[in-house]
């Protein structure tokens, strides 16, 4: 635990290097259980299972303020990085100008949930006619704990509507980037739904489907609770090989989801691929009370189709079924609209300590805002939606 300082007499601000430093109650009564990856129980797992720490470069700086009570009323997820890895908000370039100018961009300080490009609150305070207030003793203690440890600078990653205006209000630089996120308008089941569709894109993703049904593979929604321990093996296991023949290193542990799928078990969910019995592919995903999170997928072999049946079409029937409004299927990935997921802006905020590269990044970010919001603009013209209809 470092850095404790008094704010007004009466509120006390500490960066902890564990969130075990917390009670969990106390954590999730100002972060909430809805939004899974803001939950103790997740971000401690994290912890303790080593998929973060000096391995990774991610190390925990949590942000906490407690009353004259010892009562925990704000928060933010930070950790100290020596890399980009991770974050799916890309400056590497940034790193490189700074080297070119002799200068080391890391290590920097993150606000952010590891390796998890979801939208969502990073400023965490219980709801009280001072939360603004609180929220911006925050922002100015991580930035002066950033310029005090003279780090080149300080990132906030998906941030939601309110605290994008809130870090923006503190000077903050503004990045745009783009995900794919599908929309429920309250359809009554899959096949109201693909009734929106063009006669063109409908028959597409039937015919999808149909590839799936044809080959025998039966799909089940499995949540963490019902999960046997051999499920919970095999997704690991998906997890693992798809990482190394994509993207080198997995950083996730089969403990970690061995643990969360007892302490938050409700909030996370396998769609589980079999055929004659025998697993042969599946995704994992996380849900809120209104949002489905897609984030991992593997297989043992390849089918026709399998991909798009698992990782997207279940996902949707998952949320017209279960009523939820939103289904975030991961970053990047164009392929998607033709699905029905729609372009959809995501945001960032950023401080840098150096003035020179602040102004630089700033109109980098000003050109890049305008090429992001002309992207956007086309790839929209690729609604697989009948004209005047959205997602």
Same mark, same amino acid.
């Given at each position: ?27 999730? @009564? ?19 299972? &080593? ?13 906490? *303020? ?35 100018? %002799? ?16 939208? %969502?609150?990073?400023?965490? @305070? ?8 609180? &929220? ?27 605290? @994008? ?49 044809? &080959?025998?593979?039966? +799909? ?10 051999? /499920? ?26 061995? /643990? ?76 998607? +609209? ?17 003035? %020179?590269?602040?102004?630089? +990044? *700033? ?29």
């Amino acid at each position: 635990m470092r850095g404790t300082i008094l704010y007004n007499r009466r509120m006390e601000l500490k960066i902890l290097t564990s969130i075990d430093a917390v009670a969990a109650d106390q954590w999730n @009564t100002v972060a909430g259980t809805a939004n899974p990856f803001l939950r103790y129980e997740f971000l401690s797992a994290l912890e303790r299972n &080593a998929c973060v720490g000096e391995r990774h470069g991610w190390l925990p700086r949590h942000l906490v *303020a407690f009353d004259d009570s010892g009562r925990l009323t704000g928060a933010i997820p930070m950790y100290l990085k020596d890399n980009s890895y991770g974050e799916f908000v890309f400056d590497w370039s940034w790193a490189d100008a700074y080297q070119r100018a %002799g200068l080391s961009y890391y290590p920097k300080s993150v606000v952010a949930v590891p390796y998890t490009p979801a939208t %969502g609150p990073r400023i965490l @305070t219980t709801p009280a006619d001072e939360a603004d207030d609180l &929220a911006g003793q925050l922002i100015q203690l991580a930035r002066d704990w950033t310029e005090g440890e003279q780090l080149s600078s300080l990132h906030c990653l998906f941030t939601d509507e309110h605290d @994008t205006r809130r870090l923006k209000d503190q000077g903050f630089l503004l990045r745009l980037g783009c995900q794919f996120h599908w929309q429920n308008q309250g359809y009554r089941d899959f096949d109201d739904y693909l009734s929106c569709f063009s006669s063109q894109k409908r028959k597409k993703v039937r015919r999808e489907r149909r590839h799936v049904q044809q &080959a025998s593979i039966e +799909i089940r929604a499995v949540d963490g609770q019902q999960a046997s321990d051999l /499920e919970i093996e095999v997704m690991y296991d998906f997890y693992r090989s798809t990482f190394e023949k994509k993207w080198g290193h997995p950083t996730l542990t089969l403990e970690f989801f061995r /643990e969360i799928a007892v302490t938050m078990g409700e909030q996370l969910l396998f769609f589980i691929a079999s055929k004659n019995r025998r697993i042969v592919a599946g995704a994992i995903c996380f849900r809120s009370d209104d949002t489905l999170y897609g984030r991992h997928w593997g297989c043992y072999e390849n089918y026709h189709s399998l991909h798009f049946e698992t990782c997207y079409y279940q996902g949707i029937d998952y949320c017209i079924r279960h009523g939820l409004q939103v289904f975030e299927p991961g970053a990047q990935g164009e392929h998607k +609209i033709s699905r029905g997921f729609l372009p959809t802006p995501t945001w960032s905020a950023h401080w840098i300590r150096h003035s %020179g590269f602040r102004d630089i +990044i *700033a109109r980098f970010l000003g050109q890049e805002t305008d090429a992001m919001i002309e992207y956007m603009d086309e790839l929209s013209d690729h609604s697989p939606f009948k004209q005047g209809l959205t997602a």
